[in-house]
C-alpha cells in the first residue's frame, strides 16, 4: 500500500496529469465484466473518463488557469494548491473558492460531479476543527495537510447496500464493520454504495450515519482507506464509455464516451487500517450530527450547486441552440419553456453566490458556506433536474432522435446525399451541425448515461424526504421558524374578535 502524493506527485505540490494516471498503476482490484482490469488508466472502459481528470490537474500547472484554480497552500510546505481544499476564513475566501469550483465545472461542462474538488468540502475543514475528532485530531491535522498539499482525489461511500431495507437492523453482515481491533489499527469488513469515480481516486473515507451507528460498537467508525488497500474491492457497473467507443464515434456519444464516472460496489473483505486513518471509532463515538457539525454538509452543497449551475448554463445553451435549428424557438410556448429552464439556471446561481457572499461564521475564524442556501439548492435541485428534462422532450421532441445511427454513415455515399437533404438544420444549418447539435443533447438527456445522470442528481444529497425534513428541523434549530411564526403572530396580536387591537387602524 503506497502513498502517491509521496513517491508521484513529489513534496508539496498538487500531482500533474501524467503523475495522476502514473499514480493509478497501483495493482488496485477493480473488476468489470468478469474480469480484474489490468492498467486502468489504459482500459476502455475508464480511459477517456480519467484522462478527463488527468486534464483536470494539468490545470492547475497551466498559467492560463492556475491563478484562478490554486492559491499557496496553508501547510508550511509553500506550494500551491487547489483553492477549496484550504479552508476559508472570509467570504471573499469563498468566492474565490466559487470561481475556481465552477473553472474546473466547465472543463467538463458540469457532468462531472464527483472531480478532485468534490471531497475537499471535508478535507477543508480538518485542520481548523481538528479538536470536533477528539482522540484523532491529530489525524485529522495530517489529512488536512496531505490532502491539500498533493491534492489527494478522494472518494467516500456513506450509504449502505439496498438489502433489506424492511429490517428496522439492515442487513448488517453486509455494512462496513470492525472485525478486530489491534495495536496497531482495525480490520474492517462490509461493502458500500455507490462509490461512484472510486476506481479513479487515491482514497476513500467510509462512515455511517450516525443513527444506524448507536446500538453497535463494530458499527461506530470512521475512516480512510486506500484505493490498493490489500482486500478493498471494487465491483463496477456497465462502461458508458465503453459502450460508446463500441458502438458509435465522439460524434455521436460526446459525453459518455469521456465523462463516464463509473459507479462501484465498494467491498473491504478483512482490511487493514492504521490508527493513523481513523477519525472517530467506538468508544471515542461517532459525532451525532457529523453532516452539519462537521462541515461536510455545508462544503458538499456549496460544492454541488456550483457545478449544478455549470451544468444548467450548459444545458440551457444546448437547448437553445436545438430549438434555433429546427426553428423552435419561434413558436410562444417553447419560447415560454426555454424561459422557465432559464430562472432554474439563475436560481442555482443565486444560491451558490448566496452561499459565497454570506458565510456563516465558523470555528476559529473560520467561514462555512451559507447553510440555508445550501439546504434550499438540496431540497430544489432534483425536482428541477426532472423538470428540465421534461421540458426538453416536449419541446424538442422527436427532433431529438430524427437523427441517424452513426457519424459513419456521412461516409457512405449511398447514405450521405439522402441526409443532406432530409435532416437539414433551419436558419441555414447545414445537416451535419444539426445532427451533431441533436446528438449531444441526446447523449445528454436521452441515453443510458443521461438516465443515470438524472438518477444521480435526483439523489445527490440522499432521501428525498430526509432532505425536507432536515429542513424544517434546522429552520426549529436556527431560530429562522421562530422568526416567521413570531411574524405570524405579531399580525394576530393586531386585533381580536371585537377589533382592532392596534390603534394604528381604526375600529
Not at 503523475?19 to 465484466?33: C, H, K, M, N, T
Not at 483553492?83 to 462531472?112: N, P
Request: aromatic share 10%; proline share 5%; hydrophobic share 40%.
Amino acid at each position: 500500500m503506497s502513498k502517491p502524493e509521496e513517491h508521484i506527485a513529489g513534496s508539496g505540490r498538487p500531482f500533474t496529469g501524467a503523475e495522476y494516471l502514473q499514480s493509478l498503476r497501483d495493482g488496485r482490484a477493480v473488476y468489470i465484466y468478469g474480469e480484474k482490469v489490468g492498467d486502468l488508466a489504459e482500459h476502455p472502459a475508464f480511459h477517456n473518463s480519467i484522462r478527463s481528470i488527468a486534464r483536470l490537474y494539468d490545470a492547475l500547472h497551466a498559467p492560463k488557469t492556475s491563478e484562478i484554480l490554486t492559491c499557496a497552500a496553508d501547510t508550511g510546505a509553500g506550494g500551491p494548491t487547489h483553492r477549496y481544499f484550504r479552508v476559508a476564513r472570509s467570504a471573499d475566501d469563498l468566492c474565490a473558492q466559487q470561481q475556481a469550483i465552477a473553472e474546473w465545472a466547465r472543463m467538463t461542462y458540469g457532468w462531472m460531479g464527483r472531480t478532485p474538488d468534490y471531497k475537499a468540502s471535508i478535507m477543508n475543514t480538518l485542520g481548523a476543527n481538528a479538536a470536533y475528532y477528539g482522540a484523532f485530531a491529530d489525524n485529522a491535522r495530517d489529512w488536512y495537510r496531505r490532502s491539500q498539499d498533493a491534492v489527494l482525489f478522494m472518494n467516500h461511500a456513506l450509504a449502505n447496500p439496498p438489502v433489506d431495507r424492511a429490517n428496522p437492523g439492515g442487513a448488517r453482515d453486509v455494512y462496513i464493520h470492525i472485525e478486530k481491533e489491534t495495536d496497531s489499527g482495525l480490520i474492517v469488513s462490509g461493502a458500500k454504495v455507490v462509490a461512484t469515480s472510486a476506481a479513479f481516486t487515491h482514497y476513500t473515507f467510509l462512515n455511517h450515519h450516525g443513527a444506524v451507528a448507536a446500538s453497535d460498537r463494530s458499527l461506530a467508525v470512521m475512516f480512510f482507506t486506500a484505493m490498493d488497500a490489500p482486500g478493498v474491492k471494487l465491483f463496477c457497473r456497465n462502461s458508458y464509455e465503453h459502450q460508446a467507443k463500441a458502438t458509435g464515434t465522439p460524434f455521436d456519444f460526446p459525453l459518455s464516451s469521456r465523462f463516464d464516472e463509473n459507479d462501484a460496489i465498494l467491498v473491504l473483505d478483512q482490511v487493514f487500517v492504521p490508527w493513523e486513518n481513523v477519525l472517530a471509532h467506538g468508544a471515542h463515538g461517532l459525532p451525532g450530527n457529523f453532516p452539519v457539525d462537521s462541515g461536510f454538509l455545508q462544503g458538499t452543497s456549496f460544492h454541488g450547486c456550483t457545478r449544478f449551475a455549470v451544468k444548467l448554463d450548459f444545458l440551457t445553451g444546448l437547448l437553445s441552440k436545438a430549438l434555433h435549428v429546427t426553428s423552435g424557438d419561434e413558436f410562444r410556448g417553447n419560447q415560454v419553456m426555454l424561459g422557465e429552464v432559464i430562472a432554474y439556471r439563475h436560481l442555482f446561481w443565486s444560491l451558490s453566490n448566496a452561499m459565497a457572499t454570506k458565510p456563516d461564521p465558523w470555528v476559529d475564524g473560520t467561514m462555512l458556506p451559507n447553510l440555508q442556501a445550501g439546504l434550499a439548492y438540496r431540497a430544489l435541485a432534483p425536482d428541477a433536474y426532472g423538470r428540465i428534462k421534461e421540458i426538453i422532450h416536449k419541446i424538442v421532441a422527436s427532433a431529438l432522435i430524427y437523427l441517424p445511427s452513426s457519424s459513419r454513415d456521412f461516409d457512405n455515399p449511398e447514405i450521405d446525399p439522402y441526409l443532406a437533404r432530409y435532416v437539414r438544420g433551419s436558419n441555414g444549418i447545414g445537416y451535419k451541425e444539426r445532427i451533431k447539435i441533436m446528438k449531444l443533447l441526446w447523449d445528454a438527456v436521452g441515453s443510458e448515461f443521461a438516465g443515470r445522470h438524472e438518477l444521480y442528481e435526483r439523489n445527490y444529497a440522499g432521501n428525498h424526504e430526509e432532505i425536507k425534513l432536515h429542513l424544517q428541523a434546522m429552520a426549529r434549530a436556527d431560530g429562522s421558524m421562530g422568526d416567521m411564526t413570531d411574524l405570524v403572530d405579531r399580525c394576530l396580536a393586531d386585533y381580536d374578535e371585537t377589533g382592532w387591537v392596534n390603534p394604528t387602524w381604526a375600529s
